[in-house]
């Protein structure tokens, strides 16, 4: 009966999942943080090397990319000097503005270490953690090209990114240029459906979607995809994101958006109760002076 | 004794570095795209043949633990999948003395019947608690993965490691063996 027992403690645990979500989430985050930045030292090696096994299987292939690579490196340098130039440029200008970058739109990046390990979840582990680089819950996540997804679950060193294609994941999005606002539904499919759109038929394929920061969750602005018509009919979107090499990812620090406090100042605190009780005297207006 | 001790401590030992190990493949993040058909779910298909073939070398705690670990790392809803597998697990428990006997193919069709079992009460569950889970063809897709890769598993994780079933002669009429 040790057996009946301990299945019952095992249905316990899924009753307390399921109830009480978020603790019980911290608690996988902090065992994933206990468990996976400690494998990194052979994680890494491991799908650097499968990476590797892949491109010795096309030799011609490899010689190819990295004549490619060197061009392309050449034209970087290039841009880099231009960026350079730019940057001086901006420099100059704002100290003549006077105006201060919101030190709160930094970036951290991080390195993917680890995979969800389920075929149904989308989410990628990140070596960036809470301790070290100050990491929190709901963060946006993008990879350089496009969103990628958001924080969902932080541990000391290590935490979560929800991606936009797992089938949790929601995100209210602005389409451009008709300006409707769609919320962003991951269906665990390669292109995530469009929700909630007013008018559709103001949409057309091939319209730049953004993320909109309704709600001040996420930052607006942030380049997510172009809408695209899917076989099924529904309006999908192909995102710029390059999901199939996601390396580094670039968490954005974005603080929550400022809330309008209720108006606590204008009704002051009750005035404790006379314990006196008042005579004809104290109720007579004070004689004014001169 | 003593060295049986070791010998079922280190084979015990063995089936944890196996299912770490497993763990570790399915971690990697290679292919992140969605869309991929789900593959084979080896850690139920290493606990069940282990189960069946040497039931002493996975007792009931070691199964629980490897699978709640299992059930944390890979973004399960904690606790559903380990009670269901060790349900699995003590059935076959239960039946491995007659199984050894049976022929593969009956074993195999059992041990199907239960991952049938396993999978459809997960989805119910789920599905009654209001969880979102997949849906169904992907989960059909990995059941049937899963019942099709059953005699690998047993070849590589069991015949493989010197693991088989308790032959006749190998043990005495109260089951310890000589």
Redesign the interface.
Known sequence: MAVGGLVLVLLAVFLLWRIDSPRAERFRAQIVDTIVPNLEWALVPVTEAVDLVRGFQSYAALQRQNRELRDELQRMKAWKEAALQLEQENAKLLDLNKVRLDPALTVVTGQVIADSGSPFRQSVLLNVGAARDGIKDGWAVTDGLGLVGRISGVGRNSSRVLLLTDSASRVPVTIQPSGQRSLLTGDNTALPILDFIEAPEEVRPGDRVVSSGDGGVFPAGLLVGNVVLARDGRLRLRLTADYERLEFLRVLRNQPGETIAPPEGLVGPLLPAPSVALTEEDLQPEPADG | MADRATGLLGYRVLFAALAAAV??V??????????????PDVLMLLAFSWVIMRPDYVP??LI?AVF??AD?????????W??LV??GT?FLRARSFTLRDTPFLLEWLLVAGVITAVFLANSL?LGL?A?????FG?TLI?LVATILAYPLVVILAGRAVGLKKIVPGEVDRLGHRQ
């Open positions: 763990a570790f399915q971690l990697l993040p290679l292919n992140l795209g969605p869309g991929k058909l789900p593959g009931v705690a629980a709640f670990l944390l790392l890979f973004m399960r809803p904690i606790g559903l380990t009670a060790v349900l003590e569950i608690f969880v979102t889970q997949a849906g992907l990995g």
